[in-house]
Nanobody, 123 residues
């Protein structure tokens, strides 16, 4: 199995910064991409940012976080980071890490999810 472990959430004032980390471990042959989604109370889960792992590290951001959030990766550690700056109360949500993984011994990729980490931005 594949496990994703997130860290770095917490409470911060508006305008502040937080850094999330997500480490993938387990039966991994390769990782195609990793990223972050978030879900605020009463809302659907939405994409925050993604980064490819196997092909050049291209990134994709939600319009609402462009210029404020930066996603990066450490391929050697199977870890992805989300640096969040200029945080707003609207960024308050549970942030979920995901990874597009080919497990060892499998011919297909599967999406795996972390347990979520709470980010709360106070005004």
């Amino acid at each position: 199995q594949v496990q994703l472990v997130e860290s770095g959430g917490g409470l911060v004032q508006a305008g502040g910064s937080l850094r999330l980390a997500c480490a993938a471990s387990g039966n991994i042959f390769s990782i195609n991409a990793m990223g972050w989604y978030r879900q605020a109370p009463g809302k659907q889960r939405e994409l925050v940012a993604t980064i490819t792992i196997t092909s050049g590290g291209s990134t994709n951001y939600a319009d609402s976080v462009k210029g404020r959030f930066t996603i990066s990766r450490d391929n050697a550690k199977n870890t992805v980071y989300l640096q969040m700056s200029s945080l707003k109360p609207a960024d308050t949500a549970v942030y979920y890490c995901y990874a597009d993984v080919r497990p060892a011994g499998y011919s297909s990729n599967y999406n795996y999810w972390g347990q979520g980490t709470q980010v709360t931005v106070s005004s």
